[in-house]
């Protein structure tokens, strides 16, 4: 950490920050809010099947059952979908904390406004059922919602930079920040990890000589695979134009190890 800070102590106040932004803003594009709700839906639609199932047939055995109270079937019945039903409500209330915050885009802004009341009345259903002898009422919602969502990107080919990354968008055209992958010494990323071999590719990222980017092209396309993979395309100071590929939600070693054999 203090090795970094050091780093950093070297580089201009205006080059870190606009780093900052880039780096932030790239992760948000990685994987949208609508991506992140469709993932963890699509992830506990198997497992509320197999609950529900489960909890019909113990409603039903309990309902039959002789030798206790209508009341204390329903309390049985209730309480035993609580606590089948609790880690799905866990993994859920962790997505809404990690989502549901204050918007900071267009693109969020219109997703919450679409879903935000809907998935908020699903999950208290999911919570607090009508009927616990009836699972398969209490997510109904969830699975609507899902379908919602997944239907919505299937259609979705591309979006507009601005919408859903706008201060990304708005950085000055001046800004410095070197080209991704384009900047490097001779041997750097097989033994030159010290000290000095970092601090010489820092400083030199902030040099005139730099290929740095110039421009966001504003249209970024989304490709119709499970992940939804962002292309993204760069406009250098050089004036080429370099494509990058945004991928997330996924294991990047395969990537690694073909572009090492390409």
Same mark, same amino acid.
């Given at each position: 950490?203090?090795?970094?800070?050091?780093?950093?102590?070297?580089?201009?106040?205006?080059?870190?920050?606009?780093?900052?932004?880039?780096?932030?803003?790239?992760?948000?594009?990685?994987?949208?809010?609508?991506?992140?709700?469709?993932?963890?839906?699509?992830?506990?639609?198997?497992?509320?099947?197999?609950?529900?199932?489960?909890?019909? $047939?113990?409603? =039903?055995?309990?309902?039959?059952?002789? /030798? &206790?109270?209508?009341?204390?079937?329903?309390?049985? @019945?209730? #309480?035993?979908?609580?606590?089948?039903?609790?880690?799905?409500?866990?993994?859920?209330?962790?997505?809404?904390?990690?989502?549901?915050?204050?918007?900071?885009?267009?693109?969020?802004?219109?997703?919450?406004?679409?879903?935000?009341?809907?998935?908020?009345?699903?999950?208290?259903?999911?919570?607090?059922?009508?009927?616990?002898?009836?699972?398969?009422?209490?997510?109904?919602?969830?699975?609507?919602?899902?379908?919602?969502?997944?239907?919505?990107?299937?259609?979705?080919?591309?979006?507009?930079?601005?919408?859903?990354?706008?201060?990304?968008?708005?950085?000055?055209? $001046?800004?410095? =920040?070197?080209?991704?992958?384009?900047? /490097? &010494?001779?041997?750097?990323?097989?033994?030159?990890? @010290?000290? #000095?071999?970092?601090?010489?590719?820092?400083?030199?990222?902030?040099?005139?000589?730099?290929?740095?980017?110039?421009?966001?092209?504003?249209?970024?396309?989304?490709?119709?695979?499970?992940?939804?993979?962002?292309?993204?395309?760069?406009?250098?100071?050089?004036?080429?134009?370099?494509?990058?590929?945004?991928?997330?939600?996924?294991?990047?070693?395969?990537?690694?190890?073909?572009?090492?054999?390409?």
């Amino acid at each position: 950490r203090n090795v970094l800070e050091s780093l950093l102590a070297e580089l201009p106040r205006h080059l870190v920050c606009e780093i900052d932004i880039f780096l932030v803003e790239l992760c948000r594009i990685t994987v949208l809010w609508e991506e992140q709700w469709g993932s963890a839906l699509q992830e506990i639609q198997h497992d509320l099947m197999r609950k529900c199932v489960m909890l019909q $047939e113990d409603a =039903i055995r309990t309902m039959e059952s002789d /030798t &206790i109270t209508e009341a204390q079937k329903f309390e049985i @019945s209730t #309480n035993k979908y609580a606590a089948v039903m609790a880690p799905t409500l866990a993994l859920l209330d962790k997505r809404t904390r990690s989502t549901w915050r204050s918007t900071e885009t267009p693109h969020e802004e219109d997703f919450a406004k679409k879903y935000w009341q809907i998935c908020k009345e699903a999950m208290e259903s999911l919570k607090n059922p009508d009927d616990p002898t009836k699972p398969s009422d209490a997510v109904a919602g969830l699975r609507t919602i899902y379908q919602q969502i997944s239907n919505e990107m299937k259609t979705q080919k591309s979006i507009e930079l601005s919408d859903i990354a706008p201060r990304l968008h708005s950085l000055k055209r $001046e800004a410095s =920040i070197p080209m991704p992958g384009r900047n /490097t &010494i001779s041997g750097f990323g097989r033994h030159h990890s @010290s000290y #000095n071999s970092l601090n010489e590719i820092l400083l030199r990222s902030s040099s005139d000589d730099t290929c740095s980017i110039a421009a966001f092209v504003e249209d970024v396309s989304i490709l119709p695979t499970k992940t939804r993979p962002k292309r993204m395309d760069f406009v250098g100071s050089n004036g080429i134009t370099f494509t990058y590929l945004l991928k997330g939600r996924e294991d990047l070693r395969l990537d690694e190890r073909l572009m090492q054999l390409l």
